[in-house]
């Protein structure tokens, strides 16, 4: 299987935060993004970002920015088509995506994914902790992107509804910490610094 391509999932209202874009906050030395992209590229042939609106804001990452192609904020999965409609068109098989908010999500995240896909004629993998699923973290396969547009379309919102649907496996990340500990409020972003600090 082809090294896959990597999709950031930025295009949430953030409205716990108070609305605006999570992923530009300032985290550590950087911002959520930056901390993000730094995960994420070395284990990706190539990475974009999906957000909507103006992209510019995000010029200064030299990323690909892709909007949702489903209208109305119908939530990640639409970030999750956007990514593969655009593998599609670079020739990849399959995107992994991550989300903006997570910063500190497993370094071996995609290798652990493609493991748990071997075998399957469309690799399609979520995340898992002991706590539940982590579905904005999964490895997706092109060949079912217009299948994904179709449930969209039809209004499928749900993620692991769609997964489940498709025979869709996971990958256990149960080691310690909280991998995916994700920003949503102030609060948690106040966190996250810590947990940065301490890991420097």
């Given at each position: 299987?082809?090294?896959?391509?990597?999709i950031?999932?930025?295009?949430?209202?953030?409205?716990?935060?108070?609305?605006?874009?999570?992923?530009?906050?300032p985290?550590?030395?950087a911002?959520?993004?930056d901390q993000?992209?730094?995960?994420?590229?070395?284990?990706?042939?190539?990475?974009?970002?999906?957000?909507?609106?103006?992209?510019?804001r995000?010029?200064?990452?030299?990323?690909?920015?892709?909007?949702d192609?489903?209208?109305?904020?119908v939530?990640?999965?639409?970030?999750?088509?956007?990514g593969l409609?655009?593998?599609?068109?670079q020739?990849?098989?399959?995107?992994?995506?991550?989300?903006a908010?997570?910063?500190f999500?497993?370094?071996?995240?995609?290798?652990?994914?493609?493991?748990?896909?071997?075998?399957?004629?469309?690799?399609?993998?979520?995340?898992?902790?002991?706590?539940?699923?982590?579905?904005t973290?999964?490895?997706?396969?092109?060949?079912?992107?217009?299948?994904?547009?179709t449930?969209?379309?039809?209004?499928?919102?749900?993620i692991?509804?769609?997964?489940?649907?498709?025979?869709?496996?996971?990958?256990?990340?149960?080691?310690?910490?909280?991998?995916f500990?994700?920003?949503?409020?102030?609060?948690?972003?106040?966190?996250?610094?810590?947990?940065?600090?301490?890991?420097?």
């Amino acid at each position: 299987m082809k090294q896959p391509l990597g999709i950031i999932l930025a295009g949430g209202r953030a409205t716990r935060m108070g609305g605006g874009d999570k992923g530009l906050l300032p985290l550590g030395d950087a911002t959520l993004i930056d901390q993000v992209l730094a995960r994420l590229e070395p284990q990706v042939a190539e990475a974009a970002l999906n957000a909507n609106g103006d992209p510019a804001r995000f010029a200064r990452f030299g990323l690909p920015v892709l909007a949702d192609s489903i209208d109305g904020f119908v939530g990640p999965l639409a970030g999750v088509l956007a990514g593969l409609d655009w593998a599609a068109d670079q020739g990849a098989d399959t995107v992994v995506s991550v989300a903006a908010d997570t910063p500190f999500f497993p370094c071996d995240l995609v290798p652990r994914l493609l493991l748990e896909a071997e075998g399957m004629d469309a690799p399609l993998v979520l995340a898992r902790t002991p706590d539940g699923r982590q579905p904005t973290f999964g490895l997706w396969p092109v060949a079912l992107r217009h299948d994904l547009r179709t449930s969209l379309q039809g209004g499928l919102r749900k993620i692991v509804m769609w997964t489940d649907r498709h025979n869709g496996r996971e990958a256990m990340f149960d080691g310690p910490g909280a991998p995916f500990f994700n920003v949503n409020t102030p609060q948690d972003l106040a966190h996250a610094q810590s947990l940065w600090e301490a890991a420097q």
